[in-house]
């Protein structure tokens, strides 16, 4: 998901060179990390991705936000950073990850030597910065900065950020800023900071909105910022009016300095809450540290976290992008319980997280797809906590979400994804313990009806006209083909549902509207096309234009789509050779249509997220060499090492989740229990999973052996290219045997 309305600015370049040193093959997997990936590339291959600092899921994700000083357009700092800029405005503490709209960037903290009210505003306190300088790794974060030669390192908590800012030898008034007004492209409505030089603390309180936050009135946020050398002098500001000496400010522009006596080294810890002041300083209480011993227990997080897949490969390359998107995948959903199990609901009101972990930050209409399947694999209690998150949210703000942002919704993108991300999350097992019944009535409300007056998100816009008429009319509703498709992918999660939950009508009902995506199927163009409330067709319409009635794509891109009808779309097609036909003509056209910055593919394009499992519908219409073919290309063509190296926005992690599956070598289908088998790039994957280790055994990959020769699982041969995910949880080995030509293994073979 990205912006695009910029289209017509995007001339910037995406940064060239490699990011940090690529480590060698036998690299522990928290050294093969490099958080420099996705932090660059230009239009629609912006990664959004920042390299700050964090723990697995952490409230807090301190990192430096940056400018080019001539002017970017806005989507390539949606996290704050961009590679190639030169410019760095400070390091603030929240951050999104690889999303297209830029929210938080709160309480941003910056080094300087000397204060006047010429640095009130980042014009005057941003400092210029170079790559030479600058260290990346999975906890920890440094730079210099080239004005002052300022030696600013960061590292984190789960609620704190960790700073450590070390000023030249004789460096007269040294001095630390903390700009509490700082958003990413927002504003506050509300603030006030306090400075305590007893205590060497700075607090402060605001009310912060930008893209998501101001969609439901504002995030309110709390912080204390704790030092460890006195302050020998200290002021407010506010509208840049600089007042030395003062304690308290009120406004809407304000922020605090501190300073310290003339050069060494300043420790700062800044703890955040979304829940009060008195939280913050509970969290600050819980997490209090060093920088050297925080440094330390973020890499050991890491470390475990990183740990749960052992990967083998002869390509460093491979190594470090693979367990870079592993540690891409940790960095959303944001975890919400703050210390004492405390969080701030929907409802604006704290509540108490009781066996589980509240998150929010979820970019569900990209994350369903390959990111929430690859966490109920590998981490189902996780995994869990999620579930469990959208279902507090119903409970407490009236309605499932699309996209939550903090303490609200975002209400971004299309479709009702929370009802696929509940759904395969129950049929796997993982969240039997939970209260289905009572989450299954707030599923079904919004597929069944309007929802009651005064809910302000949650619902499908036009359900009575998809019911009545099995379609969202163009003359209607915008976006409409795309959203009958969301639909109906939706219904056939909650038919699986039902039938699990024995709901025999309910299951019945959704199962017909699974397939409400057919009434938009023009035979004679063999697309989905935008049909209006009479049933005439939309006219003049253009397969290969990004336009009404499509949603982040073309005719194209939606052709394939939902992989929940493969068999219907290949009767619609006329057959399986027909579509067949089709489908590799879409991969062809996308292969040879040259890259542009700044007009996406019309064709097979995997930098968003409707394509994405287009390559394994060959599988499913019987010809998995092809699928194997077209896996690999897309591994190839869409991840590197370079600051670039996203297809673009990683979308909360479902592009690096595709990523992992992928180069393991199988790929789910959401709301199913199949996965299909694809091509390995690795030679050996170990998933270190609750029930058991999961290995799969290609040692005969490469480049060339792209093409499955024979398989076993369990050392029995295996016919099909499908897995079921009793079988993987299970644990057991499966073997691939790679070869470089096609063979006819698994062809003809339909998913279980």
Not at 302 to 322: H, K, M, N, Q
Not at 478 to 496: H, I, N, P, W
Not at 557 to 585: C, H, K, N, W
Request: net charge negative; proline share 7%; hydrophobic share 40%.
């Amino acid at each position: 998901m990205r912006h695009l309305a910029a289209l017509g600015a995007l001339a910037l370049l995406a940064g060239a060179g490699a990011c940090s040193s690529t480590p060698s093959a036998a690299a522990a997997p928290v050294d093969a990390v490099d958080p420099l990936i996705g932090s660059g590339g230009a239009g629609f291959r912006v990664g959004s991705a920042n390299p700050g600092p964090s723990v697995p899921w952490g409230m807090v994700k301190p990192g430096p936000d940056t400018s080019s000083g001539i002017g970017s357009p806005v989507f390539y700092h949606d996290a704050g950073y961009y590679y190639p800029d030169t410019l760095l405005l400070g390091f603030s503490h929240t951050h999104l990850h690889g999303v297209g709209a830029a929210d938080y960037g709160n309480v941003l903290v910056l080094p300087t030597l000397g204060m006047t009210a010429g640095k009130t505003t980042p014009p005057g306190y941003q400092s210029a910065f170079s790559h030479a300088t600058e260290t990346a790794e999975a906890g920890y974060y440094a730079l210099t900065l080239a004005d002052s030669q300022i030696r600013c390192e960061l590292t984190a908590t789960r609620y704190t950020g960790v700073h450590r800012y070390t000023f030249p030898a004789g460096a007269a008034d040294p001095v630390i800023l903390i700009d509490a007004a700082h958003v990413l492209y927002g504003e506050l409505t509300a603030g006030h900071v306090d400075v305590d030089p007893a205590a060497a603390e700075v607090t402060g309180a605001i009310v912060s909105q930008s893209d998501f936050s101001g969609r439901y009135g504002g995030i309110p946020m709390y912080f204390v910022a704790r030092f460890t050398t006195p302050f020998t002098s200290h002021g407010l500001w506010n509208d840049g009016v600089l007042a030395d000496g003062a304690t308290a400010q009120d406004g809407l522009t304000l922020g605090a300095y501190v300073g310290f006596a003339a050069g060494g080294t300043v420790e700062a810890q800044v703890a955040l809450s979304f829940v009060s002041l008195e939280q913050a300083r509970a969290n600050l209480a819980a997490e209090a540290t060093t920088f050297d011993d925080a440094r330390a227990a973020a890499r050991a997080a890491w470390s475990e976290a990183l740990g749960l897949i052992d990967i083998e490969t002869p390509s460093a390359a491979d190594r470090t992008i693979f367990y870079t998107a592993l540690y891409h995948l940790m960095q959303m959903p944001t975890q919400m319980t703050e210390a004492g199990g405390v969080y701030m609901g929907f409802d604006r009101q704290p509540h108490q997280a009781d066996g589980f972990v509240y998150h929010s930050d979820f970019s569900l209409w990209d994350t369903y797809r390959t990111f929430h399947p690859f966490v109920t694999l590998v981490l189902p209690e996780k995994a869990r906590d999620f579930v469990l998150s959208l279902v507090r949210m119903y409970e407490q703000g009236g309605a499932f979400p699309k996209w939550p942002m903090g303490i609200g919704e975002g209400g971004s993108m299309v479709g009702t994804p929370a009802d696929i991300v509940v759904a395969d999350s129950w049929l796997k097992g993982i969240t039997r313990d939970i209260d289905i019944e009572a989450a299954y009535v707030g599923l079904r409300a919004h597929a069944t009806g309007p929802l009651p007056a005064g809910q302000s998100y949650g619902d499908r816009p036009g359900i009575e006209d998809y019911i009545a008429l099995g379609y969202l009319p163009a003359d209607r509703h915008g976006g409409s083909v795309s959203v009958t498709q969301e639909y109906a992918y939706a219904d056939f999660a909650l038919a699986q549902l039902a039938t699990a939950l024995g709901k025999t009508e309910d299951a019945a009902l959704f199962a017909g509207r699974a397939l409400s995506h057919r009434n938009l199927w023009n035979p004679e163009t063999r697309f989905f096309e935008g049909r209006l409330a009479d049933g005439s067709w939309v006219t003049n319409f253009d397969p290969v234009t990004w336009q009404e009635p499509y949603v982040e794509g073309d005719a194209w891109q939606y052709r394939f789509f939902p992989p929940s009808d493969v068999a219907g779309l290949i009767e619609l097609f006329g057959g399986a050779e027909a579509f067949m036909t089709e489908l590799e003509a879409f991969f062809v056209k996308g292969k040879a249509q040259p890259i542009s910055p700044a007009l996406p593919n019309p064709y097979y394009w995997h930098s968003n997220e409707p394509d994405l499992h287009a390559a394994y519908l060959f599988t499913l219409a019987g010809r998995p060499a092809k699928t194997q073919e077209w896996v690999r290309w897309a591994l190839a063509e869409s991840y590197t090492t370079a600051p670039d190296g996203l297809p673009g926005n990683d979308d909360a992690g479902t592009m690096s989740a595709w990523y992992l599956f992928s180069a393991m070598g199988f790929y789910p289908l959401p709301a199913t229990d199949v996965y299909v088998i694809g091509s390995p790039i690795l030679t050996r994957a170990v998933l270190h999973l609750p029930g058991g280790d999961f290995e799969v055994r290609a040692p005969a990959a490469s480049p060339q052996n792209l093409y499955v020769q024979t398989a076993r699982l369990n050392g029995a041969a295996l016919a099909t290219p499908f897995l079921r995910h009793a079988q993987l949880t299970a644990g057991g080995v499966l073997e691939l045997d790679m070869g470089p030509a096609p063979s006819t293994w698994g062809a003809g073979a339909t998913a279980p």
